[in-house]
Nanobody, 126 residues
């Protein structure tokens, strides 16, 4: 059974940092795109970042460039999202997903995200 589990969320003050983890089980991440998304209350889900498990190509949405860093460890089937300089508007439930790559470049992340993990809550407030 394919499973993804996001963890590492929490309550932090503005300016703080968090590292989210996405652990995959039941399949290997070879030749997949792993993506991070978030959804704030009352808002649509937002794509944040993707990484290719095949060659490490990364994509970042303009809204998170410079503050978010995605990385992966194929040996442990885990993908991380480092979030720095957290802002109140980063408050959301963060999800990871895995899927077959359609197109993944530094400018585009298109994948058939079929496997989704339960989210992890990030709350940024003073």
């Amino acid at each position: 059974e394919v499973q993804l589990q996001a963890s590492g969320g929490g309550a932090v003050q503005p300016g703080g940092s968090l590292r989210l983890s996405c652990a995959a089980s039941g399949f290997t991440l070879d030749n997949h795109a792993i993506g991070w998304f978030r959804q704030a209350p009352g808002k649509e889900r937002e794509g944040l970042s993707c990484v290719s498990s095949a060659d490490g190509t990364t994509y970042y949405a303009d809204s998170v460039k410079g503050r978010f860093t995605i990385s992966g460890d194929n040996a442990t089937n885990t993908v991380y999202l480092q979030i720095n300089s957290l802002k109140p508007e980063d408050t959301a439930v963060y999800y990871c997903a895995a899927g077959t790559i359609v197109l993944l470049t530094h400018r585009v992340c298109a994948a058939e995200f079929r496997s989704w993990g339960k989210g992890t809550q990030v709350t940024v407030s003073s």
